[in-house]
């Protein structure tokens, strides 16, 4: 078996953090990226840092938009992360779940709707996560508690411009 190295990894919450949250986005009309965000996601790229979005969709569950929208708007913003950065998110995990809207579809996603870990802990067994190293930004408290139950630390962004947050981040490390 080969040795794989572990390599430390940002999950990214999407709403309010890459995107304003304006509420059930889920086409690229509706996409204002945050100040900073897109430089962030570049600025971890050349660190060498993994980078995942990890992100709640109950419109899903709600039935106001289904899976493939999600799929197509995560891919659209991959072509636009590697027009203007040159590189992109390397995996996204959304959950359909909402527990008001519970049908057989989505139960077995009620794990990875945040404040749940499962998202986070579904990357790790996928890619060779330095746990260690790695961290989440947030701007829920429900983003903070999903990366304490995956053992990572988490930061909360109340906004402003994402590429000084991470910087920030990063001279603390
Ligand atoms: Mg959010």
Not at 12 to 17: E, F, M
Not at 28 to 54: C, D, H, M, R, T
Not at 76 to 92: A, K, Q, T, V
Request: charged letters at 25%; proline letters at 4%.
């Amino acid at each position: 078996m080969s040795k794989i190295s572990k390599i430390p990894s940002v999950f990214l919450d999407r709403d309010g953090v890459l995107n304003e949250d304006i509420g059930y986005v889920h086409k690229a009309s509706q996409i204002n990226w945050v100040p900073g965000a897109k430089e962030a996601v570049a600025l971890l790229k050349n660190q060498g840092y993994l980078v995942f979005v990890v992100t709640n969709q109950s419109g899903i569950a709600r039935g106001l938009y289904t899976e493939e929208e999600v799929e197509h708007l995560h891919a659209w913003m991959n072509g636009e992360l590697f027009r203007s950065g040159g590189s992109s998110i390397d995996d996204f995990r959304y959950s359909p779940f909402h527990p008001d809207f519970e049908n057989e579809t989505y139960a077995n996603f009620k794990d990875w709707r945040k404040p749940n870990p499962g998202m986070i802990l579904d990357l790790m067994e996928k890619w060779p996560v330095d746990n260690l190293r790695s961290f989440l930004i947030g701007d829920r408290q429900s983003d903070i508690k999903a990366a304490e139950a995956a053992n990572i630390r988490g930061f909360l962004f109340d906004g402003g411009d994402l590429l000084t947050f991470v910087e920030a981040i990063l001279a603390s490390r």
